[in-house]
């Protein structure tokens, strides 16, 4: 559970963000007594969270692709704004945001497949501590290697293969070394599609070889629940600002 320090520390990122620091604060305290109980799995939040952002960039910009501009006002990633003006919540905000119905819809697609798996091995809140950890990753590093603005969910989808990748071949298990295989497909396939379409190379592989050395390094049940729950915590705020 959260100590009253914490949840101070993370009411404090919230009202940065314009969050509510009563409500939020009461919300924190209720989920670490009581603890997070949710009917359905991550992975089906994790798309419903991308759809509702996707669908707060239509109302504000009503198309099936937005403009820099729109994208850049709800979060999108740059290498100028992050380290020259010291916005690093883009490299969790941008995880949400998509430049167009395609990008969306194949991101989403990616999860429902590759989400499922990570969360039955590893449990959903570190699911979701992978999640935005890799996509982080995969955002700093198209930071350095990109002269453009950054968005998608690949990244993260990416970085959960990567986890996948990493456990299956520490497993050593023959089920294990088929889902290792299984998700480095995944890799091989984006990188082969980016030879045609305009692909985040960058994010893709910033992504991927940091959920491997996750999933290689961490197993599944030693990493501490509350240290999982406390990041989760902070990411959540980040997003919902």
């Known amino acids: 559970m959260l100590n ?15 969050m509510n620091p009563v409500r939020l ?47 850049f006002a709800f979060g999108s990633t740059h290498g100028a704004w992050v380290f020259t003006y010291g916005e690093y919540w883009r490299l969790i905000s941008s995880q949400f945001l998509h430049g ?9 697609f990616a999860l429902s497949i590759i989400g499922p798996k990570i969360e039955e091995v590893f449990g ?3 699911l979701f501590v992978f ?32 986890v ?9 298990t023959a089920a294990g070394k088929e889902l ?20 985040d190379h960058a994010s893709h592989f910033g992504g991927f070889v940091t959920g491997a050395f996750l999933g290689y390094s961490i197993r599944p049940n030693l990493w501490p629940t509350k240290t999982a729950k406390y990041i989760t915590s902070l990411a959540f705020i980040v997003c919902a600002g």
């Open 164 to 172: 996948g990748c990493g456990y299956g071949f520490r497993d050593g």
């Open 4 to 18: 009253e320090d914490q949840i101070e520390k993370l009411v404090g990122y919230g009202e940065k963000l314009g």
């Open 131 to 162: 999640y935005i950890i890799t996509g982080a990753a995969g955002f700093l590093a198209a930071c350095f290697f990109n002269k453009v603005m950054s968005v998608g969910a690949s990244g993260a989808v990416l970085g959960l293969a990567g």
């Open 25 to 71: 604060r009461w919300r924190l305290r209720n989920w670490s007594k009581n603890g997070l109980s949710i009917g359905v799995s991550l992975v089906t939040i994790l798309v419903i969270f991308n759809v509702v952002a996707y669908l707060r960039l239509y109302l504000f910009e009503p198309g099936w692709g937005f403009s820099g501009k729109t994208l």
């Open 180 to 199: 290792g295989q299984t998700m480095l497909s995944w890799l091989i396939f984006s990188t082969i599609a980016g030879l045609f379409l305009p692909i």
């Open 100 to 108: 167009g119905i395609m990008h969306l819809a194949f991101n989403l």
């Open 124 to 126: 959903t809140q570190k």
